[in-house]
C-alpha cells in the first residue's frame, strides 16, 4: 500500500498492558509524526522526528515512548496508559525541504481505547 | 503565543448556498497556512495552501495578514463538501510543526 500506514486500526488496552503502534511510509519523506486527535479538542502534536532523530516532544507523558528505527517506520510503545489517553493516534510524514515545509500525508489512524 | 482558532464548531448550510469557514492565526511572524479536510472514514488530507493560491474543489482561500485570517470559501456547497475542515499553521522558523485549530464539522443539507 502507497502512502502512510497505521496498524493496528483499532486497539483496546488495560492500564498494566504494553502495547505498540506502528507506522510505515513508502513516500521517501524524512520527517515523521506523532499527533493525537481528542474529542472536542485541537489535534496535538506528540513528536516529530527528522531523518530518524527526534527533533520535538510536546511534553509527552513518558508512558508514551517513540522509536524511529529508520526513516520508513515509527512506533509508539504505549505502557501503564490512564483511561484519558484514549484518543485516535495519527500518523504523518512529510517531506521538510529548508525553510518550506510541503504538506502531510496522514495515516488513517489508530483508534485506542483504554480500559 | 502561537495559535489557530476555528470560532465555529458546526456550521450547517444548504446546497447551493455558499460557504465561509473562518480561521484567526496568531503569529508574529510569517507563517504558512493551510487547510485540511477528513471526509468521513477517510484519512486526514490537505485542501489547500496560502502559497499555492489556487482553488482546489472550488474552494479558495485569501490569507489577510491585516486581519490574520485564512477563511476558506466556496460559492456554491455541495453535498460531499461535507466534512470536518482544519486550519493549520506552519511558523516559518519551524520546518515541521502544524499548530491547528480545533476544527469545523461542516454539513451540507440538500
Same mark, same amino acid.
Given at each position: 500500500?502507497?502512502?502512510?500506514?497505521?496498524?493496528?486500526?483499532?486497539?483496546?488496552?488495560?492500564?498494566?498492558?504494553?502495547?505498540?503502534?506502528?507506522?510505515?511510509?513508502?513516500?521517501?519523506?524524512?520527517?515523521?509524526?506523532?499527533?493525537?486527535?481528542?474529542?472536542?479538542?485541537?489535534?496535538?502534536?506528540?513528536?516529530?522526528?527528522?531523518?530518524?532523530?527526534?527533533?520535538?516532544?510536546?511534553?509527552?507523558?513518558?508512558?508514551?515512548?517513540?522509536?524511529?528505527?529508520?526513516?520508513?517506520?515509527?512506533?509508539?510503545?504505549?505502557?501503564?496508559?490512564?483511561?484519558?489517553?484514549?484518543?485516535?493516534?495519527?500518523?504523518?510524514?512529510?517531506?521538510?525541504?529548508?525553510?518550506?515545509?510541503?504538506?502531510?500525508?496522514?495515516?488513517?489512524?489508530?483508534?485506542?481505547?483504554?480500559? | 503565543?502561537?495559535?489557530?482558532?476555528?470560532?465555529?464548531?458546526?456550521?450547517?448550510?444548504?446546497?447551493?448556498?455558499?460557504?465561509?469557514?473562518?480561521?484567526?492565526?496568531?503569529?508574529?511572524?510569517?507563517?504558512?497556512?493551510?487547510?485540511?479536510?477528513?471526509?468521513?472514514?477517510?484519512?486526514? $488530507? %490537505?485542501?489547500?495552501?496560502?502559497?499555492?493560491?489556487?482553488? /482546489? #474543489?472550488?474552494?479558495?482561500?485569501?490569507?489577510?495578514?491585516?486581519?490574520?485570517?485564512?477563511?476558506?470559501?466556496?460559492?456554491?456547497?455541495?453535498?460531499?463538501?461535507?466534512?470536518?475542515?482544519?486550519?493549520?499553521?506552519?511558523?516559518?522558523?519551524?520546518?515541521? $510543526? %502544524?499548530?491547528?485549530?480545533?476544527?469545523?464539522?461542516?454539513? /451540507? #443539507?440538500?
Amino acid at each position: 500500500e502507497t502512502g502512510v500506514t497505521q496498524t493496528p486500526r483499532h486497539l483496546v488496552m488495560g492500564m498494566t498492558n504494553k502495547k505498540s503502534l506502528k507506522c510505515e511510509q513508502h513516500l521517501g519523506h524524512n520527517a515523521m509524526y506523532w499527533y493525537k486527535q481528542s474529542a472536542k479538542k485541537p489535534l496535538e502534536l506528540m513528536f516529530v522526528y527528522n531523518f530518524k532523530e527526534q527533533t520535538e516532544n510536546n511534553s509527552v507523558p513518558s508512558r508514551f515512548s517513540p522509536e524511529c528505527p529508520n526513516s520508513s517506520h515509527l512506533f509508539l510503545h504505549l505502557h501503564t496508559l490512564q483511561p484519558e489517553d484514549s484518543a485516535l493516534y495519527l500518523c504523518a510524514s512529510s517531506q521538510a525541504r529548508g525553510a518550506v515545509n510541503t504538506e502531510a500525508f496522514f495515516g488513517q489512524g489508530t483508534r485506542l481505547t483504554v480500559v | 503565543a502561537q495559535r489557530v482558532t476555528q470560532p465555529e464548531k458546526l456550521l450547517s448550510v444548504f446546497k447551493g448556498a455558499p460557504v465561509e469557514l473562518k480561521c484567526n492565526y496568531s503569529y508574529s511572524g510569517s507563517p504558512e497556512l493551510f487547510w485540511y479536510v477528513q471526509y468521513s472514514r477517510q484519512r486526514l $488530507q %490537505l485542501l489547500l495552501r496560502h502559497i499555492s493560491r489556487e482553488s /482546489i #474543489k472550488g474552494f479558495t482561500a485569501d490569507l489577510n495578514k491585516g486581519e490574520t485570517s485564512f477563511h476558506l470559501k466556496k460559492p456554491f456547497a455541495q453535498e460531499e463538501d461535507s466534512a470536518m475542515y482544519y486550519c493549520a499553521l506552519t511558523p516559518m522558523d519551524s520546518n515541521y $510543526q %502544524l499548530i491547528w485549530g480545533a476544527g469545523t464539522k461542516l454539513i /451540507i #443539507k440538500p
